[in-house]
């Protein structure tokens, strides 16, 4: 079964920077829209950024507005997040799937990535 596989998480202080990547190997990336997500201890899964198949249009919850941005590269079939400005609430595993994940054929959840902001 077609997963992604998520990397790039650590531990950061406060205000630092990450980039995570995600890699889409065995699926049709250039075919669809993708989006990072994000699970907090004790909360659900969130929506953090989503991206069309093109690159050309991306959308971000209010949380990240300004300091996150969401990227691809179709050619090598990788999805981006650049993450600035790091605030402790950011703490999460964070998670690459397209809009739809384990819906009409689509990949589930991978393992994700641990980002960890503390000092």
């Known amino acids: 079964q077609v997963q992604f596989v998520e990397s790039g998480g650590g531990l950061v202080q406060p205000g630092g920077s990450l980039r995570l990547s995600c890699a889409a190997s065995e699926f049709p990336f250039s075919s669809y829209s993708m989006a990072w997500y994000r699970q907090a201890p004790g909360k659900e899964r969130e929506s953090v950024a989503t991206?069309?198949?093109?690159?050309?249009?991306?959308h971000y919850a209010d949380s990240v507005k300004g300091r996150f941005t969401i990227a691809r590269d179709n050619a090598k079939k990788t999805l981006y997040l650049q993450m600035n400005s790091l605030k402790a609430e950011d703490t999460a595993i964070y998670y690459c799937n397209t809009p739809w994940p384990g819906s009409f054929g689509f990949p589930s959840w991978g393992q994700g990535t641990q980002v960890t902001v503390a000092s």
């Open positions: 991206i069309d198949r093109t690159g050309g249009t991306t």
